[in-house]
């Protein structure tokens, strides 16, 4: 995974995790150049996030409505690490429960410099669905999460600009505006908070076509694995037009348990269940 969050979701996502050891004071260029600033800031961050290879977790998605009522579903995520130049890592996410949504599963191919390839399969019609680039701003299967928030978000995907240094929580971050480069996209913009000490993701502002905040996600509870291999406990995205929000809460990870290409192909999409 190349990028941030999510690789997700991720970010991934793109969002997945950074290392906070072994690594030099960072020099970034003046404030006076923004977007080198901030580019310098991304790669700094998708520097601390190479060499996991492939990853497994179980999740629990909650869902709630702006009545306030829960919705729960509990599903299984992998993924895959490419380092191409032009390639993006691969990501399988697939339900086990409630019945009605079992077996659903989305596979994504990212890429940098041109769109990423997504599939949905559905359990009910037996039929997998090519998700098209107008389709990927839609809604993933009734979550808060957008089909194009589930794909690597590689640095290539956007250009960068810093707007300031300001604290976050009880922690400083830098804040970066990211400009979707890619087909389709449902954002204008977006504003990321990246950790000024560890480099780690905490928070995405998603602004819509009309320019105004549409979603924020929040990043929490970051473990650290294979000794500088950081992941969240939880990811909330919450809309701020309908006031619905969704919980990816993400359990027992694994890592390099021998994950292949063939693994995330779109013919092994029906026996993913």
Not at 111 to 124: E, H, N
Not at 140 to 159: H, P, R, Y
Not at 202 to 212: E, V
Request: proline share 4%; with cysteine; aromatic share 10%.
């Amino acid at each position: 995974m190349t990028g941030s969050f999510a690789k997700l979701l991720a970010a991934t996502a793109a969002t997945w995790a950074l290392c906070t050891t072994a690594f030099a004071d960072v020099t970034l260029p003046p404030e006076s150049d923004p977007a080198a600033r901030g580019l310098a800031i991304v790669e700094e961050m998708d520097a601390r996030d190479r060499g996991w290879g492939d990853a497994y977790a179980d999740l629990k998605m909650v869902l709630t409505n702006a009545a306030g009522a829960i919705s729960e579903r509990q599903l299984r995520f992998t993924m895959l690490e490419r380092t191409g130049e032009n390639e993006g890592d691969l990501s399988l996410m697939v339900f086990d429960r409630p019945l009605d949504v079992a077996g659903t599963a989305l596979l994504t191919h990212a890429y940098v410099g041109k769109p990423d390839d997504q599939w949905l399969y559905l359990p009910a019609v037996k039929r997998v669905k090519r998700i098209s680039s107008a389709n990927k701003s839609g809604p993933f299967v009734g979550s808060e999460f957008a089909f194009e928030d589930l794909a690597a978000q590689e640095i290539g995907k956007f250009t960068y600009s810093w707007l300031r240094d300001e604290p976050c929580g009880d922690r400083e971050c830098h804040v970066v505006e990211r400009v979707p480069a890619y087909e389709g996209s449902g954002y204008t913009r977006q504003i990321v908070w990246i950790d000024t000490s560890d480099y780690l993701l905490r928070k995405i502002d998603y602004y819509a076509r009309k320019s105004s905040l549409l979603k924020t996600l929040t990043i929490s509870g970051y473990e650290n694995y294979l000794e500088g291999i950081w992941r969240p406990r939880e990811l909330e995205m919450s809309n701020h037009e309908n006031g619905k929000k969704t919980q990816l809460i993400w359990q027992d990870y694994r890592f390099r348990t021998g994950l292949t290409e063939n693994d995330f192909a779109p013919a092994s999409l029906e026996r993913a269940r």
